[in-house]
């Protein structure tokens, strides 16, 4: 017999009398009312009982704004009044028949049917009746199997058991409320529902899985909420929830309860297309974009524009830019604006900065609808220590190491999490698991992986630990970023992830079944190091470092390769990227579409920092953003010009990415000529693609009739000339292009004569 069909054997009696003394201990009723009791559900809701000599179940409720209480029976409708045998507003009363006691809290079946056959009734101060469940009475929302999956670290959906569920018992709504805090003595759900008051709602234990659990009938989406914790020092503590949907705006902490199915999505086409697609061989020009600060407007604090108007701007402007995706600074809800983001404390909620998770929904899907995907930037390397966040969270160190020399990361002041542990790993894999399945993010970037992957990181000597084979490696660490990307592919085929990895480290973005570490993708920082370094340097000097530029394709094509000019290139002092250009301000234009065309034309996916775009002159701010007034200026405008007509061509010539991560997408021409800096080379797609001619002058000498070998004769259209007065240059090119002569040259048995303008970079394809 199940527990509803227990519970509904039961009468009431009357008269409801019971010499509670032999039953409850004085001192464990104080602690009740002064919300020290560890375990309330020893005492609170049906347990079996001797009356008289029978056995009978009592129900006992602690109301503390109640007048008077009633038992009701939810079949007839009879109700008894409960005794208030505390002042506080601890109620009881007696029921004939008996109710496994046992079973309270657990239930292997749907969740969501009957479980109670009796309610409480109260008269609250002002006299008003409410009638609802006794929480101690509704069954557990977690199954034996997630029990069992949690255990194992592998509960990927932890996302529809913990945090604020709503929930619906019999006819009657409320919020379940699960929080992982193994250590606490109490965990007490404070919130509007109760006046802030938590005494008559502490959570129940569930021993086997370390989660404290509360069914709080009539609580509803919108209200605020935290969980109240008693550790084991004897120190109360409020803390936001860390699988919190929706948050406060900070400085304010609170958790908000929300609806996650609220909204109706229309990306249907999108998400089959996306799964259709193998991303490795389509284009992708990313722009990365901080939302705080891309574009300001009136109405939200500090300028902040909304979720719902962001799309619409992005998505004109992603379409005017040709770009294919966004990449978003963390979205993730963070206390400090000046950390962009990286500094997260709830990582299941959407910055209220913007709106709600609902107007986040309505953005991811809008761009979707209008074909611009979008990647976020995702960080378990991390986490602050803001009081109300996961550090010490049940007075333990429970998501991080106690050690600071394994917990605490000296760069940042932040705590590291503690991926040795199954839970932690449980709780960062579930998350990226529900930005891609609740909010069907396209992909996932993840910030600071070098440090994830080293002991030493960031340390002196004697200030970290070595691994259990005396080694620098953390291998938990490992082993999580491999069980993240293998979850995510598994789960969201088409979805990417891309590491930020600034080392060696071998096989970044090669298959976990290969020994590698799983990503889609990795950030190329050695082919940005090593680009910028050449780029600042005089024109004239340049000739002296050309294996700075050719040095990227000797390991090309030893990861899946995206080429990032991010934020990190433009804060802390770096200044903007047109600043660190050599030359007068012809030549600082001239040497940023250089770079920009070079990058374009490099094997690897693109992505630009937003206002690298507009040439921003000024350093990037988050409190102000890009200049957008600059584009009053032919110079600036022609920049932009220029970033856009280069996406243009990455999405419609195939030989730009069909072969971006292969050594038969790219072949050299002339890497040799060191004297004038020049480069030449070919981008190269699937058979039956024609193939790029790409050719480089990084100095601001004009290179006339300068022979190119040709891997076939005929006549080469220029495509492309970034010297173009478009793009605010000297107009200096072959337009309409250049015929083959028949002379054989750089080992090939053709070629043509291109005039190589200052500065720049020309493109030619051969016309069929």
């Known amino acids: ?82 005794r208030k045998l505390h002042p506080a507003g601890f109620f009881e009363a007696i029921c004939s028949g008996t109710v496994d006691a046992a079973a309270i809290g657990h239930n292997d079946e749907d969740t969501s049917s009957t479980h109670s056959s009796y309610r409480i009734q109260m008269a609250d101060k002002t006299g008003k009746l409410i009638e609802t469940h006794d ?15 949690l255990g194992e670290g592998k509960f990927y959906r932890l996302f529809d058991a913990l945090g604020a569920q709503l929930r619906s018992v019999d006819d009657i709504d409320g919020v379940n409320f699960a929080v992982w805090a193994p250590n606490a003595r109490i965990v007490q759900v404070v919130g509007d529902f109760n006046g802030w008051d938590g005494r008559g709602h502490v959570a129940k234990l569930d021993m086997s899985v370390g989660i404290w659990e509360l069914f709080i009938p ?57 799964a259709a697609t193998d991303p490795m061989h389509a284009p992708m020009n990313v722009y990365e974009c901080h939302l705080g600060s891309w574009q300001k407007g009136p109405g939200r604090t500090h300028g902040w524009l909304d979720y719902r108007d962001l799309a619409h701007r992005l998505v004109d402007y992603c379409h005017r830019m040709n770009f294919t995706h966004v990449e978003l600074l963390p979205v993730t809800e963070h206390p400090f604006t000046g950390s962009w983001g990286y500094q997260t404390v709830g990582y299941f909620a959407p910055t209220s900065r913007h709106g709600s998770p609902e107007d986040f929904m309505y953005f991811v899907d809008y761009l979707h609808q209008h074909d611009v995907g979008v990647l976020v930037d995702w960080v378990p390397a991390h986490f602050p ?31 590291i999490f503690n991926f040795g542990r199954n839970e932690v790993r449980n709780f960062l894999v579930a998350n990226a698991i529900f930005w891609l399945e609740k909010y069907h993010i396209d992909g996932l970037r993840v910030d600071a992986v070098a440090s994830m992957l080293y002991l030493d990181y960031s340390r002196e000597d004697g200030g970290w630990i070595p691994n259990q084979y005396g080694g620098r490696e953390n291998l938990e660490a490992i082993d999580f970023l491999r069980e993240f990307n293998v979850a995510v592919h598994e789960h969201h085929p088409g979805a990417v992830t891309i590491a930020e990895e600034s080392t060696a480290w071998p096989g970044v973005s090669r298959p976990v079944y290969d020994g590698g570490l799983g990503f889609t993708y990795k950030w190329n920082m050695g082919w940005m190091n090593d680009t910028l370094t050449y780029m600042q340097k005089e024109p004239i000097h340049r000739g002296h470092h050309q294996n700075d530029l050719t040095f990227s394709m000797i390991y090309a094509f030893t990861e899946n390769f995206m080429l990032p000019l991010s934020h990190d290139e433009v804060v802390h002092g770096k200044g903007s990227l047109i600043s660190q250009m050599p030359g007068d301000v012809w030549q600082k234009f001239a040497n940023l579409r250089l770079l920009y065309s070079y990058m374009w034309t490099h094997p690897g996916k693109k992505l630009l920092f937003m206002g690298g775009e507009l040439a921003q002159w000024n350093e990037w701010n988050h409190d102000d953003g890009p200049d957008w007034l600059l584009l009053d200026f032919e110079s600036h405008r022609g920049v932009q010009n220029l970033v856009s007509d280069l996406n243009k061509l990455v999405i419609e010539n195939p030989a730009l990415h069909q072969l971006d991560f292969t050594g038969d997408g790219f072949e050299w021409v002339d890497c040799m000529n060191w004297q004038e800096s020049t480069l030449v080379f ?87």
């Open 1 to 82: 017999m199940d527990f509803a069909s227990r519970l509904s054997n039961l009468t009431l009696l009357d008269p409801p009398f019971f010499d509670m003394h032999t039953q409850i201990s004085l001192t464990d009723l104080g602690r009740l009312v002064d919300g020290h009791l560890e375990n309330p559900s020893s005492i609170l809701g049906p347990h079996t009982v001797d009356y008289r000599g029978t056995k009978a179940t009592a129900v006992r409720s602690f109301l503390p704004d109640a007048q008077a209480a009633w038992v009701v029976d939810h079949p007839t409708g009879k109700r008894r009044p409960m």
């Open 135 to 149: 929480p101690y009475a509704v069954p557990s929302i977690l199954t034996d199997f997630d029990r069992y999956l």
């Open 218 to 274: 009539g609580a509803k989406a919108g209200q605020k909420y935290k969980f109240r914790i008693l550790d084991q020092h004897g120190q109360w503590i409020d803390k936001t929830d860390p699988v919190g949907f929706a948050a406060e705006l900070p400085p304010l902490t609170a958790s908000i309860i929300t609806d996650l199915d609220k909204h109706s999505w229309n990306d249907d086409a999108w998400m089959e297309r996306r």
């Open 385 to 415: 220590k803001d009081a109300h966040g996961l550090r010490r969270f049940d007075g333990s160190a429970l998501y991080e190491h106690e050690d600071p020399r394994q917990g605490e990361h000296p760069d940042w002041g932040t705590m």
């Open 682 to 768: 070919l981008r190269k797609g699937l058979a039956g693609t024609e193939p790029i001619l790409i050719c480089c002058n990084f100095t601001p000498v004009v290179r006339p009739n300068y022979r190119v070998g040709v891997p076939k004769g005929g006549f080469w259209k220029e495509i492309f000339n970034s010297d173009s007065e478009r793009y605010g240059g000297s107009n200096v090119g072959n337009y309409p292009g250049a015929k083959s002569t028949g002379d054989g040259h750089h080992g090939r048995s053709d070629s043509i004569l291109v005039n190589m303008p200052p500065l720049g970079v020309t493109m030619f394809r051969l016309e069929k």
